[in-house]
């Protein structure tokens, strides 16, 4: 059995105090058999990891250079991130292909230097609405893929997690349906198959795009489904608990 992931990614929203208050709402409930990971901002890192320390909420980071130092202003390293407590990091996100021209090959050597770093990237794959139209979702999604493994090479993904982000379903409220999901998922791991047997088996591929507590546990009763990356629904501790119960509820009896 995959252990669940449920992961918040709280974008550029919160203050120091908002998103402390909301991280302590969230370590004041913990759900069992459900790895609960939560991404603010990296200026709000230590603010959250101070709440989150020994309670088993994980901290992420929303993106990290590919670079470890040097001349490359306004970039973070997944070293300084390690510094601050973060396990997990975020890594080409929709929003950060589409509007701050992360290419696959760039998104690739993040993803790499995360696995450098010893953390662990949760690398976003996703089309947009014209893709899925146009029935290229699987080339899309395994071309943003393969883009990792050939820098990183067959193990590419036995230390990371991958999420699954249709851009259509991110903030629209536009969920897939599960079978949608499932079918990609499931091709994702059959890509991931294609390199590493094992690592296919192991790693946890995650749904995001438009979750909420209403529709989280059909999505999460799919078998190839692990868990979610949550945006708005991340945003209120009531809303983001009833999705980590729902992982916890679902994946158990997958
Ligand atoms: P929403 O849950 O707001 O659709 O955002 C999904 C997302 O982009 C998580 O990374």
Redesign the pocket.
Known sequence: MRLPIVAG?WKLNGSRESVSSLAREITATPVADVEVIVCPVALHLSDVAAVVENTGVKLGAQNASAAESGAYTGEVSSTMLAEYGCTHVIIG?SERRSLFGDTEAACAQRHQAVLAAGLTPIFCVGESLEEREAGTTVDVVGRQLQAAFDLVGSDAFSNAVIAY?PVW???TGKTATPEQAQEIHEAIRGMVAANDAEAAQAVRILY????NAGNADELFAKPDIDGG?????ALKSADFLAICQAAARQCKTA
Do not use: D, F, K, R
């Not at 995001?208 to 979750?211: A, C, R």
């Open positions: 990614n996100h982000e379903a991110i903030g995001g795009g438009s979750v990356l949550i945006g708005g629904a």
